[in-house]
């Protein structure tokens, strides 16, 4: 088909031009498909977005990108990070509580209308609690990617480890800055504040620092979608706290969030890994999504570098972590009916007795599990 054709000329010439090194031309090439009359429409808004996210020193769209920061040497907004277009690598796997929250918080703004019709507003602010790695930052980029909105990320540990931190003023230019923009703001890591309280001598500007934080919290407007994560909610005042509209608690996952989570990792990883997701998601339980990201790529660069076989690093996870004999004993006993090991492997992983495995087995069969 000519259209085919046409495609296909574009890529082999984007792909030479790409090649040579220079990114310019690639723009230039870029801009003119986009503009091409007759281009699918989809395909043209995604390269206009594209190019107008990834602006290179001389590209024409980079003026207008310039305006959309206050100025680049005003150092005060060298630490707050705009997401243009939010990306996730991943897709996040929550609860069913935790997704229903996120997703209310999209539909509410979807749906502007028909509240303000009934004279509602929709949140404004949102607190994001729990431990590390198991999806806070991930969610806010997740809500403001469903919104179509950039997120905007002030990470409070870098700005109280700045000077940037040292005046409450600071705080609100930024805020106010970040409140006149259709976006979301993710105050991301926002005990920092918190834990400075440690650093004596610096308690006036500090609570100036809070007083101004619980300022903008009451004045956002429902224009603007806050979100604040903590991985130490113990550790914020009472009075911050109170401050947000709705709080949302993420927890570690628990055996179906791991057994989900696994099946998107292993998803582009032949063959079949659905008896290590099962065997898997027993024995990580208590780990972060984050802990359990970084050991399965562990595991499979080692597969790749030292040859021996993935399921050789994957059941090297099943022995590393701490497990208590009743959990050796499931996680072996699923090894053999799973058909990924014999007894004397599933004993060799688990160091539970044979004879263990064989009166479990016999056992589940007797009970008919
Ligand atoms: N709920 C989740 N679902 C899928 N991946 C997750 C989840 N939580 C964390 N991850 C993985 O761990 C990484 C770090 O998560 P992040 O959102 O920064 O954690 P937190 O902000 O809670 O400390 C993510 O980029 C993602 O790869
Ligand atoms: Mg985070």
Same mark, same amino acid.
């Given at each position: 088909?000519?259209e085919? *054709?046409?495609i296909e000329?574009d890529?082999?010439h &984007?792909?030479?031009?790409?090649?040579?090194?220079?990114?310019? *031309?690639?723009?230039? #090439?870029?801009?003119?498909?986009?503009?091409? $009359?007759?281009?699918n429409?989809e395909? +043209?808004?995604?390269?206009?977005d594209?190019?107008?996210?990834?602006p290179t020193?001389s590209s024409? &769209?980079?003026?207008g990108?310039?305006k959309?920061l206050?100025? !680049?040497?005003?150092? /005060?907004?060298?630490?707050l990070?705009?997401?243009?277009?939010?990306?996730?690598h991943i897709?996040?796997v929550?609860?069913?509580?935790?997704?229903?929250?996120l997703s209310?918080?999209?539909?509410e703004?979807?749906?502007?209308?028909?509240l303000?019709?009934?004279g509602l507003? =929709?949140t404004?602010?949102?607190?994001?609690t729990?431990?590390p790695?198991?999806?806070?930052?991930?969610?806010?980029?997740?809500?403001?990617?469903?919104?179509g909105?950039?997120?905007?990320i002030?990470?409070?540990?870098?700005?109280?480890?700045s000077?940037?931190?040292?005046?409450? +003023?600071?705080?609100?230019?930024?805020?106010?800055?970040?409140? +006149?923009? %259709?976006?979301?703001l993710?105050?991301?890591?926002? *005990?920092? @504040?918190?834990k $400075?309280? %440690?650093d004596?001598?610096?308690i006036?500007e500090l609570?100036?620092?809070v007083?101004v934080?619980?300022?903008?919290l009451?004045d956002? =407007?429902?224009?603007?979608l806050?979100i604040a994560?903590?991985n130490?909610a113990? &550790?914020?005042?009472?009075?911050?706290? $109170? /401050?947000?509209e709705?709080?949302?608690d993420?927890?570690? =996952?628990?055996?179906a969030?791991?057994?989900a989570f &696994?099946?998107?990792?292993f %998803?582009?990883?032949? =063959? *079949?890994m659905?008896?290590?997701?099962e065997i898997?998601s027993?024995?990580?339980?208590? $780990?972060?999504?984050? !802990?359990?990201?970084?050991? @399965?790529?562990?595991?499979?660069?080692?597969?790749?570098?030292?040859?021996?076989?993935?399921d050789? #690093?994957?059941?090297?996870?099943?022995?590393?972590d701490e497990? +208590?004999k009743?959990?050796?004993?499931e996680?072996a006993? /699923?090894l053999v009916?799973n058909g990924?090991?014999?007894?004397?492997?599933a004993?060799? @992983?688990?160091?539970?007795?044979?004879?263990t @495995?064989?009166a479990?087995?016999?056992n589940?069969?007797l009970s008919?599990?």
């Amino acid at each position: 088909m000519a259209e085919n *054709d046409k495609i296909e000329n574009d890529f082999v010439h &984007l792909a030479r031009v790409a090649l040579s090194g220079r990114a310019q *031309d690639v723009q230039t #090439y870029l801009h003119r498909v986009a503009k091409r $009359r007759g281009l699918n429409r989809e395909l +043209s808004i995604a390269l206009v977005d594209l190019l107008r996210n990834n602006p290179t020193r001389s590209s024409p &769209l980079r003026k207008g990108m310039e305006k959309a920061l206050p100025t !680049d040497t005003d150092s /005060r907004f060298q630490l707050l990070r705009v997401e243009e277009t939010p990306f996730l690598h991943i897709e996040p796997v929550y609860t069913e509580k935790v997704q229903g929250t996120l997703s209310r918080l999209v539909e509410e703004r979807q749906n502007l209308g028909a509240l303000l019709e009934a004279g509602l507003e =929709p949140t404004r602010t949102v607190l994001f609690t729990g431990p590390p790695g198991v999806g806070k930052t991930l969610g806010a980029r997740w809500v403001a990617r469903e919104l179509g909105l950039p997120l905007m990320i002030l990470d409070l540990s870098a700005v109280m480890s700045s000077y940037l931190g040292r005046t409450g +003023s600071n705080l609100r230019h930024v805020l106010d800055y970040a409140k +006149s923009k %259709d976006c979301v703001l993710l105050l991301d890591e926002l *005990d920092a @504040i918190a834990k $400075r309280r %440690d650093d004596s001598g610096e308690i006036g500007e500090l609570k100036r620092l809070v007083t101004v934080l619980l300022q903008q919290l009451d004045d956002w =407007p429902s224009s603007g979608l806050l979100i604040a994560a903590t991985n130490h909610a113990d &550790l914020l005042d009472p009075a911050v706290w $109170r /401050r947000f509209e709705q709080p949302v608690d993420f927890s570690l =996952p628990g055996e179906a969030g791991i057994r989900a989570f &696994l099946g998107a990792l292993f %998803d582009e990883v032949a =063959p *079949d890994m659905s008896a290590w997701v099962e065997i898997l998601s027993v024995s990580l339980v208590g $780990r972060s999504y984050s !802990d359990i990201e970084r050991e @399965i790529t562990l595991a499979r660069r080692s597969a790749v570098l030292k040859g021996e076989g993935l399921d050789h #690093y994957l059941s090297q996870l099943v022995t590393a972590d701490e497990h +208590s004999k009743q959990e050796r004993i499931e996680i072996a006993v /699923r090894l053999v009916s799973n058909g990924l090991a014999t007894q004397r492997k599933a004993h060799e @992983i688990t160091g539970v007795a044979r004879d263990t @495995i064989r009166a479990h087995l016999k056992n589940d069969a007797l009970s008919g599990g």
